[in-house]
């Protein structure tokens, strides 16, 4: 079993909906909890990160991390056509930063 | 210009040479990672460095050799390059351990023929 594994998609969804992204994980030693937005032929850069069980909101953002169920989500409300790209749920535990295969999104306009 | 920074950002080798990709980053963050990126992949650890001349292995290091004599350099080998080995690498770098956002270079798209 892979440490962290992700729904690889693709997901396309019409402009303005709503968008889960979802991730599980094994290790219940991972310390903190991130997102990575990646565009095409880019480097992926940080979206959002937390690290304990619970919501946090950041404009159309919201990630949200269950422990118990070792289960982390990305909702993202009103999507634009500016939101496709892909992403990336990534783990924390001491020195290493473990990632998740990548959701790919399009935003249909 | 203050960054990371990778080179070539593409290459093209036969297999059985050797390869070297260069990641150099100006901000003295300590620790530094190299990942590769394949569809239906994502990112895989190669190898990361918590400080100059600390290295351990990642999830698919086979194939692959490190080295940090200095804090802001952090090259990956290719010792004989395979078809395998087709991909896009990822270099990053995080301030701390303590720090959770890795900042990544722009990639290297290396082929192997």
């Known amino acids: 079993q892979k440490e962290v594994e992700q729904d690889p998609g693709p997901l396309s969804v019409p402009e303005g909906a709503i968008v889960s992204l979802n991730c599980t994980y094994s290790n219940s030693a991972f310390q903190y909890f991130m997102w990575y937005r990646q565009y095409s032929r880019k480097g992926p850069e940080l979206l959002m990160y937390t690290y304990s069980s619970g919501n946090k909101e950041d404009g159309r953002f919201t990630a949200q991390v269950d422990k118990s169920s070792k289960y982390i989500s990305l909702f993202i409300r009103d999507s634009q056509p500016s939101d496709s790209a892909t992403y990336l749920c990534?783990?924390?535990?001491?020195?290493?930063?473990?990632f998740g295969p990548g959701t790919s999104l399009s935003v249909i306009p | 210009d203050a960054g990371i920074t990778q080179s070539p950002r593409y290459k093209i080798t036969e297999t059985g040479r050797q390869v070297t990709l260069m990641c150099h980053q100006t901000?003295?963050?300590?620790?530094m990672f190299w990942y590769r990126q394949d569809l239906g992949h994502g990112l895989r650890l190669i190898y990361y460095s918590a400080a100059a001349d600390i290295t351990d292995k990642g999830e698919v290091s086979d194939g692959y050799v490190v080295s940090r004599s200095k804090t802001e350099n952090f090259p990956l080998t290719l010792e004989s390059a395979t078809r395998s080995q087709t991909s896009v690498y990822f270099c990053?770098?995080?301030?701390?351990?303590?720090?959770?956002?890795?900042?990544f270079g722009q990639g290297t798209r290396l082929t192997v023929v």
């Open positions: 990053a770098s995080i301030r701390t351990g303590a720090a959770t956002e890795a900042f």
């Open positions: 990534a783990m924390k535990l001491e020195d290493k930063v473990i």
């Open positions: 901000w003295s963050h300590s620790y």
